[in-house]
Nanobody
Framework: QVEFVESGGGLVQPGGSLRLSCAAS????????MGWYRQAPGKQRELVAR???????NYVDSVKGRFTISRDNAKNTVYLFMNSLKPEDTAVYFC????????WGQGTQVTVSS
């Protein structure tokens, strides 16, 4: 059974930073490209960052230069380091397999507000 457990969200002021973590189970983690997605209220879920099995990274334009995705295959964990946060980054953040997302976890809420 595939499972993703996200953590690390919270309330942060504009310009602040957060580190999100996602622990995966039920998959051969190192074989998959992984992605961080987010869903803001009233909007569709979007892929904001992805990292391939060989650690090639890609980002949506709105987060380039501010977010960094990384992975630790020994811990079956993918991270998202978020800097210079903006109010428009407010969303629930999820991780999943990048190419073919499967069952979704609960996500972790990120709220950027003064």
């Amino acid at each position: 059974q595939v499972e993703f457990v996200e953590s690390g969200g919270g309330l942060v002021q504009p310009g602040g930073s957060l580190r999100l973590s996602c622990a995966a189970s039920g998959i051969i983690f190192g074989s998959y490209g992984m992605g961080w997605y987010r869903q803001a209220p009233g909007k569709q879920r979007e892929l904001v960052a992805r990292i391939s099995a060989i650690r090639i990274t890609n980002y949506v334009d709105s987060v380039k230069g501010r977010f960094t995705i990384s992975r630790d295959n020994a811990k079956n964990t993918v991270y998202l380091f978020m800097n210079s946060l903006k109010p428009e980054d407010t969303a629930v953040y999820f991780c999943n397999i990048a190419a073919n997302p499967t069952s979704w976890g609960q996500g972790t809420q990120v709220t950027v507000s003064s």
